[in-house]
């Protein structure tokens, strides 16, 4: 998959594993696994909250997924990643 540009370069490894641990976290799961596939990542984890507690749940994001949880998690934090 191609990584979100960020300031005219790729979004580093680092920066998007923090942004999926975040995400990961906001949709309180655990037992997570992320799988890098050619347009996506996807995301199972088993849920703990909400109407799908206790089952396994997938996410699929794309790299304007990405892009914007970047932006996302920045804004909240004043600065970058």
Not at 7 to 36: C, F, K, P, W
Not at 74 to 81: H, M
């Amino acid at each position: 998959m191609n990584r979100p540009l960020i300031n005219n370069r790729q979004m580093t490894y680092s920066e998007l594993l923090r942004i999926l641990g975040s995400y990961l976290d906001s949709h309180h799961m655990v037992e997570a696994r992320i799988m890098e596939a050619a347009d996506t990542f996807i995301l199972q984890g088993l849920a703990t909250r909400g109407e799908h507690t206790g089952e396994r749940v997938t996410y699929q994001l794309t790299e304007d997924d990405l892009f914007d949880l970047y932006l996302d998690a920045t804004a909240k934090r004043g600065k970058r990643l």
